[in-house]
C-alpha cells in the first residue's frame, strides 16, 4: 500500500507522517517512510542541489531534478517495499511536482508534467493521498521562526498558485483525501486514521 502526504510547506505533514506511522505500528503493520526528493544516495544529492544551490536555476532544470530523484527512489526502493506487502509512506510524491513546479513555477505544460510524472514514477500511483490543506497566511506564520531552503523562500504568491494547484488536483482525483490542517494536530489525525482505516479494510 502506497500512502502520500501532499501540501504546502507549514501544511503539518512531518507530524502526521510520525502520527500514522505510530499508528501502524501499534497495529503490527510494517511502513517505511521516505522524503521527496531523497530516500537513496543519489536522491540525497540531488535533494542538496535542489533545495540548497544558491545560482539560478532554470525552472525546467528543477522540474527534471524533481523527476530524477523521484524514479530512483521508486525504483530503487519503492517498488521492492510494495512487492513484499508492505506499507510505504512519503513525504511528498508527484501532486507536489505538478502543484510546484506546474501551477507555482508555470515551468511547462500540466499534461507535460502528468506524461513525465508517470515515467519517473514507474507507473506507481498513491493507494491514498493526504492533502493537508492550509492557506499560505497560515502555513507562513507557522514557518516563520524556521530557516528556508531555496523552495520555502518563493514567496506568497508562488504559494498561492500552488495552493490553488494543489484544490485542482484533489478535484480531479478520488484518491486524494482533503484534510482541514488548520485544526488542533490531534482532530487532524483522527481524520487521517479514520480515511487509512476505511481504505485499509476495503482491501
Same mark, same amino acid.
Given at each position: 500500500?502506497?500512502?502520500?502526504?501532499?501540501?504546502?510547506?507549514?501544511?503539518?505533514?512531518?507530524?502526521?507522517?510520525?502520527?500514522?506511522?505510530?499508528? *501502524?505500528?501499534? %497495529?503490527?503493520?510494517?511502513?517505511?517512510?521516505?522524503?521527496?526528493?531523497?530516500?537513496?544516495?543519489?536522491?540525497?544529492?540531488?535533494?542538496?542541489?535542489?533545495?540548497?544551490?544558491?545560482?539560478?536555476? !532554470?525552472?525546467?532544470?528543477? *522540474?527534471?531534478?524533481?523527476?530524477?530523484?523521484?524514479?530512483?527512489?521508486?525504483?530503487?526502493?519503492?517498488?521492492?517495499?510494495? %512487492? %513484499?506487502?508492505?506499507?510505504?509512506?512519503?513525504?511528498?510524491? @508527484?501532486?507536489?511536482?505538478?502543484?510546484?513546479?506546474? @501551477?507555482?513555477?508555470?515551468?511547462?505544460?500540466?499534461?507535460?508534467?502528468?506524461?513525465?510524472?508517470?515515467?519517473?514514477?514507474? !507507473?506507481?500511483? =498513491?493507494?491514498?493521498?493526504?492533502? *493537508? %490543506?492550509?492557506? =499560505?497566511?497560515?502555513?507562513?506564520?507557522?514557518?516563520?521562526?524556521?530557516?528556508? !531552503?531555496?523552495?520555502?523562500?518563493?514567496? =506568497?504568491?508562488?504559494?498561492?498558485?500552488?495552493?490553488?494547484? @494543489?484544490?485542482? *488536483?484533489?478535484?480531479?482525483?478520488?484518491?486524494?483525501?482533503?484534510?482541514?490542517?488548520?485544526?488542533? =494536530?490531534?482532530?487532524?489525525?483522527? !481524520?487521517?486514521?479514520?480515511?487509512?482505516?476505511?481504505?485499509?479494510?476495503?482491501?
Amino acid at each position: 500500500m502506497l500512502i502520500t502526504f501532499e501540501g504546502i510547506d507549514g501544511c503539518g505533514k512531518t507530524t502526521q507522517i510520525k502520527n500514522l506511522t505510530n499508528y *501502524l505500528k501499534e %497495529k503490527h503493520l510494517n511502513a517505511t517512510v521516505f522524503r521527496e526528493p531523497g530516500g537513496t544516495r543519489l536522491s540525497e544529492m540531488i535533494r542538496e542541489i535542489l533545495l540548497h544551490e544558491p545560482g539560478d536555476m !532554470d525552472f525546467r532544470t528543477e *522540474l527534471l531534478l524533481f523527476s530524477a530523484a523521484r524514479s530512483q527512489l521508486v525504483k530503487e526502493k519503492v517498488i521492492p517495499i510494495l %512487492k %513484499k506487502g508492505e506499507i510505504v509512506v512519503l513525504d511528498r510524491y @508527484y501532486d507536489s511536482t505538478v502543484a510546484y513546479q506546474g @501551477y507555482g513555477r508555470n515551468s511547462m505544460n500540466i499534461q507535460h508534467i502528468h506524461f513525465l510524472n508517470k515515467l519517473a514514477t514507474h !507507473d506507481t500511483v =498513491p493507494d491514498i493521498t493526504f492533502y *493537508l %490543506k492550509i492557506t =499560505p497566511e497560515i502555513a507562513s506564520e507557522r514557518t516563520r521562526d524556521s530557516q528556508k !531552503d531555496r523552495m520555502e523562500s518563493a514567496g =506568497p504568491d508562488f504559494f498561492e498558485r500552488v495552493k490553488s494547484g @494543489y484544490d485542482l *488536483l484533489a478535484e480531479e482525483n478520488d484518491r486524494i483525501i482533503t484534510i482541514d490542517s488548520t485544526r488542533n =494536530p490531534d482532530i487532524v489525525f483522527q !481524520d487521517i486514521k479514520a480515511a487509512f482505516d476505511s481504505e485499509f479494510s476495503a482491501r
